[in-house]
């Protein structure tokens, strides 16, 4: 099997990491406006705490107020994605820009301009748009009143959103993704489900009631987006990356399937339209109950996504004992740390074949195509006399498509495309500060938003340029 024709090479960001201009022309505050600079809240977070930064606000930096500018940046930004000879790029839109509140009943005409001029420079250079409906953000209102996806009342409003803007785009976009790695909202609930924990409450029955109602509106979604336009194409998105048993011991090989699971649990209902079995134990265990319509377990099962899009960036390792061992940090939470595999220059361990051995799980699991949609090294870079050597990213790069390939040619799996991460630097969601550095475009600025606010072509740029030009032979 060879690489099909049509491959989608390209890049990906997210509206909350990189347009800023966070109260322009009618945009209203989201959650990721409100997560300081080197932000701790990746951990649950409860309603004390968020009220405590707000009310601290003055002596408090918010990157995500300031993102790189891309709210005015996007032509040239665009100009310079466009050399590298991407025909795809993935963005989100923000809602909080086209319904401020969440709750208007007409998006705000100022936001949705912008994203029609978005969508124009990208049909100028022939790159197609790939849209992210919720990427880690939900207007602050929503939160506030509705404790986020906690309130069933939130799937209308989302799908109102959703709506709108897929009759807008009619004719224009093709593929959606209508929630970023939506099993986020386990490891890191403020971002993934704009939810604040509670001491008195059961809060793992938050998270899972939170992560019912946004398969529901995903649902919802589908079957909308495929009545105004038959040709639209849904993924689901999660955050992947097998889970290695720490020894081949049974019960450590037990856990990592179980940790897998947990993990699936998002896509298992998104592709397979419902519930899987080991949930109902699971769920009786952890006393939560979900409240469920009628209607539901309907629209889940008619209503399924097109193809499976993920990110990665790591795998994961677990024991069924886990005392004693080291842990690193990876993708929003922490992991056991794997012995054979070498120093990174990122804090997030590289494993370039365990792409190669998601993709196989995923696709042995789904029978869908796939669709890498975020790969990237995020680590410090130097910027000196315009340059940033930056060939720790470039052998990632490397070794994780070199994997990709081997995973089409070898495996045989059905890939639509590779989509860099962070493709221009941006602000890092788990450590809230643009120094952990994803782009093959330097954004010469510093975490508190100071600088020139030039872009400059790291090494990187060239290698990717190289890789896109060879249709990935070059690796
Ligand atoms: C993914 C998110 O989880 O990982 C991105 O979809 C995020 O929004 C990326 O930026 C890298 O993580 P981080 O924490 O380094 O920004």
């Not at 509206?15 to 300081?36: I, V």
């Not at 032509?75 to 923000?94: Q, T, W």
């Not at 978005?118 to 506030?144: A, G, N, Q, R, W």
Request: with cysteine; aromatic share 14%; hydrophobic share 35%.
């Amino acid at each position: 099997m060879k690489l099909s024709e049509d491959f989608l090479w390209g890049g990906a960001i997210s509206a909350s990491q990189t347009e800023g201009n966070y109260l322009a022309d009618g945009k209203r505050p989201s959650n990721f406006d409100q997560l300081p600079l080197n932000n701790q809240r990746l951990k649950p977070v409860f309603k004390e705490d968020n009220d405590n930064i707000l009310k601290n606000q003055k002596d408090e930096i918010f990157p995500g107020r300031f993102g790189i500018d891309f709210y005015h940046t996007y032509k040239k930004d665009i100009e310079l994605l466009s050399e590298l000879g991407i025909n795809s790029f993935r963005f989100s839109i923000s809602w909080s820009r086209l319904f401020p509140t969440g709750e208007e009943k007409e998006p705000n005409k100022v936001g949705l301009a912008f994203y029609d001029d978005i969508v124009t420079e990208l049909e100028k250079y022939k790159i197609e748009p790939i849209i992210t409906i919720s990427h880690f953000e939900i207007p602050m209102h929503l939160v506030e009143a509705y404790n986020g996806w906690e309130d069933r009342r939130v799937v209308d409003f989302y799908v109102h959103y959703a709506k709108c803007l897929m009759e807008h785009f009619n004719n224009r976009i093709k593929y959606w993704i209508p929630f970023n790695e939506m099993n986020m909202v386990l490891h890191i609930p403020f971002v993934g489900g704009g939810i604040q924990f509670s001491e008195k409450r059961n809060n793992l029955e938050i998270q899972y009631q939170a992560a019912h109602h946004q398969l529901l509106a995903n649902a919802l979604t589908v079957s909308i987006g495929k009545k105004i336009n038959s040709e639209f194409s849904f993924g689901t998105m999660l955050a992947a990356g097998k889970t290695y048993a720490y020894t081949c011991k049974p019960e450590d090989v037990f856990a990592s399937l179980k940790s897998d699971r947990d993990n699936l649990f998002f896509a298992d209902v998104q592709v397979f339209g419902e519930y899987p079995t080991y949930t109902e134990h699971f769920f009786e265990e952890k006393n939560i109950k979900i409240k469920m319509a009628v209607e539901d377990k309907k629209i889940l099962k008619e209503n399924t996504v097109d193809f499976v899009s993920f990110s990665y960036y790591s795998s994961a390792c677990t024991s069924a004992d886990e005392e004693g061992l080291e842990t690193v940090a990876t993708n929003g939470f922490n992991t056991l740390k794997n012995p054979y595999l070498p120093k990174s220059t990122s804090v997030w361990q590289n494993d370039p074949l365990g792409l190669r051995i998601t993709l196989n799980q995923l696709y042995d699991r789904y029978r869908l195509p796939l669709f890498i949609v975020e790969n990237g090294l995020g680590t410090q870079d130097i910027l000196e006399d315009g340059k940033v050597n930056d060939d720790y990213r470039i052998n990632y790069l490397n070794e994780h498509i070199k994997n990709l390939v081997l995973a089409v040619q070898q495996d045989g799996i059905p890939l639509m495309g590779y989509l860099m991460w962070g493709i221009i630097d941006l602000t890092s969601v788990s450590e809230g500060r643009i120094s952990k550095r994803y782009g093959v475009l330097y954004v010469d600025q510093d975490d508190e938003g100071h600088g020139s606010h030039e872009r400059y072509k790291k090494e990187s740029f060239y290698f990717y340029q190289k890789v896109i030009a060879s249709k990935g032979l070059s690796v």
